[in-house]
């Protein structure tokens, strides 16, 4: 498969939920992601992607749901990780809902506060991703 590269005009500054779960992705998470200020949803799991998770995704206010499970992350400190008790997950000792034997599943039901939401945006960068190959 050959390697693409999109660049996107201001548009999608305003995006607000990506997922891109379970696509074979690698490399590192790009820095760049901190533009888009409005996200809401961030789906990455289920990759081959490694190097640091960056800092600067902290300067994402708006985020409500990070999903970085199943990846080969670096330098990931557990002890600032102590209390949170929303974080589960490998290297950490709590498992995620639905995780067994160490499979990955999609994302259960429950998962994004309203489905039909999620369903809604899933549609929808569908239809973008589709409308840019072309």
């Known amino acids: 498969m050959e390697r693409q ?16 779960s379970s696509n074979e992705l690698t490399g590192e998470i ?26 600067a995704i902290g300067q994402l206010k708006g985020l409500e749901c990070l999903d970085l499970s199943t990846n080969n992350f670096s330098g990931f400190n557990i002890s600032t990780n102590e209390g949170n008790k929303g974080l589960c997950g490998k290297p950490l000792s709590n498992n995620c809902p639905g995780d067994e034997a160490g499979h990955h599943n999609q994302p259960s039901s ?25």
């Open 30 to 55: 790009p820095t760049a992601i901190i533009r888009l200020l409005e996200l809401k949803g961030l789906n990455l799991s289920g990759n081959r992607l490694h190097g640091n998770v960056p800092s």
């Open 110 to 134: 429950g998962m994004y506060e309203d489905d039909s939401v999620y369903e809604r945006w899933l549609y929808i960068s569908a239809v973008l991703g589709f409308g840019t190959t072309f």
């Open 5 to 20: 590269e999109f660049e996107y005009g201001r548009n999608f500054a305003y995006l607000k939920m990506i997922d891109l």
